[in-house]
């Protein structure tokens, strides 16, 4: 019996991703190619996505992604068995032309279409790692606008436990880095800077941090990044190098210790010895470096998906309807209808 194929697009924001997956009986689905363009070169000179300009480029890359991805895997359209894409959350007109593109290449082969929630594919992201998970596990999903702590009792099986009330933690990033006169994207930027930096420089608020709940808030400690900026120099006139980089190093410290005792708040309550982080800030080295420290002391086992694989990407999306798929839970569409769901929260997936 010859393995399913799905092939799966993903295009919510500025990156375009296709990637091919095969499931073959029980076995974990294999990643067999996969091919993606970024936005960011695009997006930098604007300080941020410009919508519009997202969803023409992925008009020009979906296409050839799938060709390049086609030939990697040495396969043809016609070898294709089921087609996944993004439905949402995302950018509206992002989302259209990858659910576009999907759905009709599968009416025109004659396979089904099956839409996924872009937080389930980075949810599920870590099953492509070389270490994959176990169900159960609490989830720490810190991706774009989202920060959610979730309980994973199997594909599908999602309990909220925790989510930010505000800013999400990729938001307090991405801001703090433009506070400070870093380019877009600004949390990576940040993350370099904060190298050279003395994390104890400035006494930077956690919120929420002993709330007992596994909530988050960052709108707050935004604000102080302003207010530290502009004494230092970053309303006109030239700041010291190093006062940035004790900034930028403050801010990520602030930021990764509330991320590492709420997760190992929730994984207490949910009485659970495994965690996975996934979703760009998902790729911070101190982040990892700190969760690792703090769940080896307690016995968690840790998981993330390769650092390739915490952006947006197609392989994700095509791992998610795989591994639905193969458990009998994937209810995909042969109508050639569809629709996008730029706000869509995970329970409802």
């Known amino acids: 019996m010859k393995p399913t194929r799905v092939l799966g697009f993903e295009s919510s924001c500025d990156e375009t991703g296709v990637a091919l997956i095969e499931v073959d009986g029980d076995r974990p689905p294999r990643l067999v190619a996969q091919a993606l363009h970024s936005q960011i070169a695009m997006h930098q000179a604007y300080g941020g996505v410009v919508p519009e300009l997202a969803s023409r480029d992925h008009v020009r890359r979906v296409l050839p992604l799938t060709r390049e991805v086609l030939a990697q895997a040495g396969l043809a359209l016609q070898d294709v068995d089921l087609i996944a894409y993004t439905q949402g959350p995302g950018l509206a007109g992002a989302l259209l032309v990858g659910a576009g593109v999907a759905v009709s290449l599968a009416a025109a082969l004659d396979v089904p279409a099956l839409p996924i929630h872009h937080l389930e594919g980075h949810l599920l992201s870590p099953f492509l790692s070389a270490d994959p998970p ?4 609490v989830a720490l999903l810190v991706s774009g606008g989202h920060t959610q702590l979730m309980r994973v009792d199997d594909v599908g099986a999602y309990e909220m436990l925790g989510e930010t009330i505000d800013d999400a933690a990729g938001e307090a990033f991405d801001k703090s880095a433009k506070l400070l006169g870093l380019p877009y994207p ?7 800077m904060a190298e050279f930096g003395n994390p104890e420089a400035f006494a930077l608020p956690r919120p929420l941090l002993h709330s007992g709940k596994p909530d988050f808030s960052f709108a707050g400690l935004k604000t102080a990044v302003l207010t530290q900026a502009k004494k230092i120099g970053l309303d006109g006139s030239e700041p010291c190098e190093q006062a940035k ?4 190093a403050s801010t990520q410290a602030a930021i990764v210790e ?13 009485g659970l010895k495994r965690l996975v982080v996934a ?17 080896a002391k307690r016995g968690v086992r840790v998981h993330y998906p390769e650092l390739q694989l915490c952006t947006d990407n197609g392989a994700m999306i095509a791992m998610a309807a795989a591994l639905r798929v193969q458990r009998g839970t994937a209810q995909p569409r042969r109508d050639g209808g569809f629709e996008v769901r730029p706000r869509w929260e995970l329970g409802a997936a």
């Open 134 to 137: 176990e169900f159960p596990f």
């Open 186 to 192: 600004g949390g990576p930027h940040l993350a370099r």
């Open 245 to 248: 980089a004790d900034l930028a």
């Open 258 to 270: 509330v991320l590492v005792k709420k997760s190992l708040l929730a994984l207490k309550e949910a």
């Open 279 to 295: 979703g760009g800030v998902g790729a911070n080295a101190s982040l990892r470096e700190r969760l690792n420290a703090a769940c």
